[in-house]
Every structure is written in structure tokens, then in C-alpha cells.
């Protein structure tokens, strides 16, 4: 099989996503093959040429049925090769057999460029959060005007608040009630930013607890650190007091570590670092 980006190996575990979903985006042809079928090798190198000429007009799908005979009963596949277009999620137009090259072509020009979906008001908000926060902000309150109970907006603007301290309160009440559904876990880490907020951090308190010795003082300095947000400082503190203290280690420490490690991003390669700095300390 070519190298192309725009050709790809489809099996029962990644059709819902390349093919259905994929569809929305680009029309996508799915070529029914196996190795043993003669018709399909002599298929298989037009539409790939096809499918680097349209350079992603669509994308070529391409299913073995001796590995994936559910797909191929899916799509009552009766002969090979077979090909099905696939467009917003529906079949919109099919052959079976080897085609020539210019009947070939024809069936692809059928189906007609790709349409990029319109931009939803989501995008938009999501796309100014990185270069206009208050406008991304304004666009999130709007969305919540049509819609007060919109998780993703309640979700975006909260974490806006959050990137400012002070509207707190604000975005606590945003993220209460989003436990469920695509953006919880987003919810979950805008909530443990908030919890880790919720100790004293001005300059004062971070001042006297830098003059801190002791493990347990060392606590105190790393969740005066992650209140402010600088979390490598807090997790390099953490480290200090596990090596003063490895049953604090155990229990605070690595209690307080895991809080961070749900802000920063658990699979992180920053978390995973630490994770194994603290396990080296304590066992």
C-alpha cells in the first residue's frame, strides 16, 4: 500500500472514526479487498493514483474482508473488489468489479470536492481563547445566552477565568454540575485548579513559607507554589519533602503530586518524570 496520507487501512476498531465520522469532512471511498483477489491489485493501484492526484479531496478507505469479515457483511459485500462512497455518514454511491481508469475517474469526480463543515459557535470561541480571551470570553457568555446549561461553554469560559486569579467564584459555579459527558475531564482539572487556589498565596505567605526546613514545612512551601500556579517549583518542593520524609512521601506528598499531575496532564511526559523521580525516592 502507498504512502499517502490520504490512503489508509481500516479495520472494525477505527471505522466509526476514519470512515462515518471522517465523512463529514471529505468524501471517503472504501475499497473491499483481499490478497488472494487478482482484480483487486489491479483496482487497488488506480485508486490510490486517485487518491494522491486529489491531493485529500477524498480519502481512500481500504478494508481487507479476510480480516474484517463484519465490515464486508456490514456493506453485504457479495463480491470483490468493491467499492462504496461514503459521504456525511451515508453510502452515495457504489461498483463492484474492476472499472477502467476513466470510468474510474468519472465515479470519483461524482462525488464532487470536499466541503469543510461550517465553523460551529464552539470553534470560533475555542479559536479565540489562544489570541483574543476576551472575545473568546464574550463568545462563550453568548453561547451560554441561548444556552445557560451548555457544558462546553460553561467549560471554556471558566477555564478563561482561571487563566486570571480572582474569578474564581465565577468559574466555580460554571463547572458545577459538568460530571458527565465529553467535557467532565476538562471540568475535573478546572476544578483541581481551583481546589490548589484555595490556599493563602500572596507574596507574604509564599515568603514565609520559603523559610520553611522541615518536610512538613516543605508541604506547606509546595501548596503555596501550585496555588500560584508555578507547579514545577511545587513538584521539585514535593520531591525536597519526600526525601526528608518518606512516609509524608507516601501519603501528602504523593497525595499533592497527583493533584498537580491532574492540572499538568496525567499522561504528561512532565508527570510521568516526576512519577518516577518519587518512586525512586520511596522505593
Keep these: ?13 477505527t471505522f466509526q472514526e476514519v470512515v462515518v465520522d ?8 472504501i475499497d473491499f479487498w483481499a490478497e488472494w483477489c487478482g482484480p483487486c491489485r489491479r483496482l ?32 453485504r459485500v457479495e463480491g470483490i473488489p468493491a467499492v462504496f462512497a461514503i459521504r456525511d455518514g451515508k453510502i452515495v454511491n457504489h461498483f463492484t468489479g474492476l472499472l477502467p481508469e476513466q470510468e474510474l475517474r468519472q465515479f470519483i469526480g461524482s462525488l ?6 461550517e465553523p460551529t459557535p464552539l470553534d470560533h470561541a ?69 481546589e490548589l487556589r484555595a490556599v493563602p498565596h500572596s507574596d507574604t505567605d509564599l515568603t514565609a513559607a520559603k523559610r520553611a ?14 496555588a500560584r500556579g508555578d507547579y514545577t517549583s511545587a513538584l521539585d518542593t514535593l520531591l525536597a ?15 499533592m503530586m497527583l493533584k498537580i499531575f491532574d492540572v499538568i496532564g496525567v499522561q504528561s511526559e512532565q508527570a510521568s518524570d516526576y512519577r518516577r523521580r518519587l518512586q525512586g525516592l520511596l522505593y
Design 1 to 13: 500500500m502507498t504512502d499517502s496520507p490520504w490512503v489508509v487501512e481500516v479495520s472494525m476498531e
Design 22 to 29: 471522517g465523512s463529514k469532512q471529505r468524501p471517503v471511498v
Design 44 to 75: 487497488a493501484p488506480l485508486l490510490e493514483k486517485l487518491a494522491a492526484e486529489k491531493a485529500g479531496e477524498f480519502l481512500l478507505a481500504k478494508v481487507n474482508t479476510d480480516e474484517n469479515p463484519d465490515l464486508a457483511q456490514a456493506f
Design 112 to 117: 464532487g470536492p470536499a466541503t469543510p463543515a
Design 126 to 194: 475555542t479559536e479565540l481563547e489562544g489570541r483574543d480571551p476576551k472575545a473568546a470570553a464574550e463568545a462563550y457568555r453568548a453561547m451560554l445566552a441561548s444556552a445557560p446549561n451548555d457544558p462546553a461553554a460553561r467549560v471554556g469560559l471558566a477555564r478563561i477565568l482561571l487563566a486570571t486569579p480572582g474569578n474564581e467564584a465565577e468559574a466555580a459555579q460554571l463547572l458545577a454540575g459538568v460530571e458527565f459527558g465529553d467535557f467532565a475531564e476538562e471540568a475535573k482539572r478546572l476544578n483541581t485548579i481551583f
Design 213 to 226: 526546613t522541615t518536610a512538613e514545612g516543605k508541604l506547606t512551601l509546595a501548596k503555596v507554589l501550585a
Design 241 to 255: 519533602a519526600a526525601e526528608d520524609d518518606r512516609q509524608l512521601g507516601r501519603t501528602m506528598v504523593r497525595e
